[in-house]
């Protein structure tokens, strides 16, 4: 048939190929010798899973753990945490009875059950706390602000003046009654600049560079 004629040269081919292996055998003894090399063990299930959804838990989780997105700040758990060990045990008491829940954040459905999981895991055993959530959480907070800014127009320790903000700028915090206090991060100790660079001995050229810079 047309086929076989046309595989009778390749066939050939191959019988020469074949009449050269036991000479290259010969010369390269080392080909002829298995293969022990390890083939890691991939668990292929793992690779098509598909997971449907999860946007919409990872998306308020967030706010819980910054982490998901790269963001190295606490969470609201652990900001809370943070605020309550400033204060002593009664007055931790008297904080939680009052957890007002504001913003817009807060418009997640199952937030106030979520606050109030966290707090008690965190709190005392058999100890009491009142989660309260805004009627309003998007404009409750605006509202409250200007309430309050209305009620302290002549008040000047609450105001930043003008000449305030140029000198200090717009993210200067005056702190008064109602503002936010200014609490200062201790960062670990740092080494002195000087000691990876000091030299063997302190000779007069080092001296007289800092005379010199000085004067």
């Not at 292996?21 to 899973?49: G, R």
């Not at 449907?52 to 308020?60: D, F, K």
């Not at 945490?81 to 007055?91: E, G, H, M, P, T």
């Amino acid at each position: 048939t047309p086929d076989l004629e046309q595989l009778e040269p390749s066939l050939e081919d191959v019988e020469s190929i074949n009449d050269f292996e036991p000479l290259f055998s010969e010369e390269t003894p080392e080909v002829e010798k298995p293969v022990t090399t390890v083939q890691p063990v991939f668990n292929l299930a793992a690779y098509h899973q598909l997971f449907v959804g999860t946007e919409r838990i990872r998306a308020p989780e967030i706010i819980f753990q910054p982490s998901l997105i790269g963001e190295e700040q606490a969470g609201i758990a652990e900001t809370l945490q943070y605020i309550l060990d400033r204060y002593s045990k009664d007055v931790q008491d008297l904080l939680v009875q009052n957890v007002f829940l504001t913003g817009g954040n807060m418009m997640y459905p199952g937030m106030k059950g979520r606050i109030e999981k966290e707090l008690l895991e965190m709190r005392p055993f058999q100890s009491t706390f009142k989660v309260r959530l805004a009627s309003n959480p998007v404009l409750d907070a605006w509202y409250g602000a200007r309430d309050w800014a209305l009620d302290h127009l002549d008040d000047d320790e609450v105001w930043i003046t003008r000449k305030e903000y140029e000198e200090k700028g717009g993210e200067y915090l005056k702190e008064h009654c109602a503002s936010n206090i200014y609490v200062p991060i201790r960062l670990p100790k740092q080494a002195s600049r000087f000691s990876d660079t000091q030299a063997p001995g302190k000779g007069s050229g080092a001296s007289g560079g800092s005379a010199g810079e000085q004067a």
